[in-house]
């Protein structure tokens, strides 16, 4: 650890802290180096083997864990000979409004790249050309409206639905969200963007959301939903209280994204690099969860390896682009890249 700065708890501000370009810490990332607060100390760090007791690290009960290949690899699911598109799931994209049909696009390129059956998207009707031209592999559904959705159709033939991606805040799609979500069944769901955006302005709505629905804001779009925040750890603890209550999952997006469980456990990524902060990398995140919850993975599950994936095909992609041209698109790119990897491994064995 860089020398003056805690472990596991707020550092006070007047404490002498080692500035660390580098950081070599054993065993096991410590809390304090995957907070965006301690950047200024922290620029990098790796994790150093030094072969501790894993027998004993398996005794330690914690809320705090941190996702890696080897937690990926062993929920994910290999494919049979015989299996079709029909076992892999119909997913559902809702979306867009003018000018912002792109974000529509990226999610449904991302959903079939991560192996969903089927996906269909909804859209303002002057979407249709665009996505039917762009993403030939998707089925379109347009509302009755040309800019904005007014409505949104019947679900329940979907096996997971992703909503909220460029979908704007006017009035008419506020009130049909209303009507969405209070007539939600059980339906795997992961609410992004404008979605969360009108949720947040209309808090009474919480409570109909169904559980085990997965949130993916931004750093804003956070705030808006938990208000204000002093430090990384009370942003964690306000997180951890919220997705309780509400029996959420909650991804708090950042440089070792955090993932909240609604059990009090957060999870800690590490996968993803800084060529990712750019516009439409959320709506990529979007349709890779509802591809993965049309599978079947549980929330939980989805939430690890689709924050995983998404970073992991981005790491794979800087190494050819680099940070200052990384594109959402050429992380959908890289994806299967990603996913060989689970089956294959970086030592070259399949698994």
């Known amino acids: ?4 700065l805690l472990a ?4 006070p501000l007047d404490a002498p802290i080692v500035q660390a370009d580098m950081v070599y810490t054993f065993q096991s990332p410590k809390l304090a180096l995957l907070l965006p607060q301690n950047q200024t100390w922290v620029k990098d760090f790796k994790i150093l083997n030094i072969n501790l007791s894993q027998s004993a690290f398996d005794r330690i009960n ?4 941190y996702v890696d290949q080897a937690l990926i690899r062993s929920f994910y699911r290999k494919r049979g000979k015989f299996d079709h598109k029909g076992i892999f799931g119909h997913v559902f994209i809702a979306g867009g409004s003018r000018g912002k049909m792109g974000a529509v696009q990226l999610a449904l390129k991302a959903a079939l790249r991560s192996g969903c059956g089927l996906a269909s998207a ?9 996505l039917q031209t762009a993403v030939p592999e998707a089925m379109v559904i347009t509302d009755p409206e040309d800019a904005i959705i007014t409505r949104f159709p019947p679900t329940e033939s979907f096996q997971a639905i992703g909503l909220g991606i460029g979908m ?8 049909a969200l209303k009507v969405f979500i209070a007539a939600m069944n059980d339906t795997p769901l992961v609410l992004d963007a404008d979605a969360l955006n009108i949720l947040a302005l209309e808090s009474d709505l919480w409570p109909l959301v169904p559980k085990g629905t997965v949130l993916t804001p931004h750093p804003k779009e956070l705030r808006r939903i938990l208000g204000v925040w002093q430090d990384d750890f009370e942003k964690i603890a306000k997180a951890k209280v919220f997705a309780h209550k509400y029996h959420l999952y909650v991804l708090i997006k950042g440089a070792n994204s955090a993932m909240v469980m609604p059990d009090g456990e957060v999870y800690f990524n590490s996968t993803g690099n ?3 902060a750019t516009g439409g990398s959320g709506d990529v995140l979007t349709g890779i969860l509802t591809a993965l919850l049309g599978q079947g993975y549980s929330s ?3 939430l690890l390896m689709g924050v995983y994936l998404h970073g992991r095909a981005a790491d794979i992609a800087v190494n050819r682009l680099g940070v200052d041209s990384l594109l959402p698109s050429d992380t959908i790119d890289y994806l299967s890249a990603a996913f060989i ?7 070259g064995l399949v698994y």
């Open 168 to 175: 704007g805040t006017a009035q008419y799609t506020v009130d």
């Open 341 to 347: 990897e689970l089956t294959q491994g970086n030592d």
């Open 300 to 302: 939980k599950e989805a």
């Open 122 to 130: 909804y859209i303002p009707a002057c979407g249709y050309s665009i």
């Open 1 to 4: 650890m860089p020398s003056g």
């Open 62 to 65: 914690s809320n705090y864990l």
């Open 274 to 276: 800084v060529g990712m």
């Open 8 to 11: 596991d708890d707020k550092t």
